[in-house]
């Protein structure tokens, strides 16, 4: 399985390396083992130039959880349910992921998808003390990095989409990337896996999510909801059936670099010629959704 080497392995490996974590085009194992390290993607930079999403009026289950108001979509599920996250500081020399502040999270009720890592959830981060838990001012170079793309309205694609809390594995791809504002503040919104190897582009580990900042830089929004669409095979497992109109992966450890390269390439550009309401539920349902939050104290 996918990430059967995570939950033991991934401590003692990652805590060594250099985050945030990027993948290797570069002759992975025919079966994955924790001895595959992580390094840069070396695809070449692309950029779009986006155009904020428009706010749109919609009707729902309309709700304020602790500060986070929003409203539900009947597109997107039947309500919310929020709690506040304790903290999490393991102590010095840990990975990053290992680090959490006090946050908030509100988890959407009736969604439609279900994903082995990711819920339909949106966390809202305090940036200041995340920052301070983190060494190298880690956070604070993910607020400018997410900063910079929002100034400028170019998102890049062949380079890793600004994403909080840290993941102990990397951003395989983006697709579907947009600039969305929402009540008090402006993010940007895509589809993505993380995985630690080559993995096929599967429904069970895609997820679109958002990732945004408040109008004063104060707290740091970061929502993720499973997504579905018909091409993908339904797992991530290399001899898993792949519907019509789908792409089949390459073997690692047979296949070339370039033909592995490739074949994540295609699958963005068909992920990107993909109509938003084809995807399960409709990434409109969940750009109106996000364009509803209004994060306060």
């Known amino acids: ?93 840990m990975p ?3 680090y959490n502040p006090e946050y908030r999270s509100i988890t959407i009720q009736g969604y439609s998808v279900t994903n082995e890592h990711f819920q339909p959830e949106v966390r809202v ?21 997410l900063q910079a793309i929002l100034a400028s309205g170019v998102i890049p694609t062949g380079t890793n989409i600004p994403l909080l809390p840290v993941q102990g594995a990397a ?32 429904n069970a580990d895609l997820f679109y999510t958002f990732q945004g900042l408040t109008s004063d830089s104060a707290y740091w ?14 797992s991530p497992d290399q001899n898993a059936v792949v519907p019509p109109g789908g792409i089949v992966q390459p073997v690692p450890g047979v296949a070339s670099d370039a ?10 550009v068909m992920l990107n010629a993909t109509p938003v309401d084809q995807f399960n539920p409709s990434l409109a349902c969940i750009v109106s959704f996000i364009q509803t939050l209004n994060i306060t104290n």
């Open 171 to 202: 951003q395989v791809f983006r697709a579907q990337a947009s600039i969305i504002s929402f009540q008090n503040g402006q993010g940007v919104g895509f589809l993505t896996e993380y995985a630690q190897y080559y993995v096929p582009v599967n």
């Open 1 to 93: 399985m996918k990430r059967a080497i995570i939950p033991i392995l991934a401590l003692f490996f990652l805590a060594s390396c250099t985050l945030p974590f990027t993948i290797t085009w570069n002759t992975p194992a025919a079966q994955p083992s924790a001895s595959l390290p992580p390094v840069e993607i070396t695809a070449p930079v692309v950029v779009i130039t986006a155009t904020p999403e428009t706010p749109t009026q919609i009707s729902g289950y309309e709700t304020n959880q602790g500060g986070v108001y929003m409203i539900v979509p009947p597109c997107l599920g039947t309500g919310a349910t929020g709690m506040i996250k304790s903290a999490n500081d393991p102590g010095p020399d």
């Open 221 to 234: 929004i970061s929502a993720t909801f499973p997504v579905n669409v018909s091409f993908l095979q339904n």
């Open 125 to 145: 981060y305090p940036v200041a003390e995340f920052n301070a838990m983190i060494a190298d001012n880690y956070v604070n170079n993910q607020v400018s990095a």
């Open 259 to 268: 033909e592995l390269t490739a074949y994540y390439d295609n699958m963005v």
């Open 96 to 98: 990053a992921f290992a």
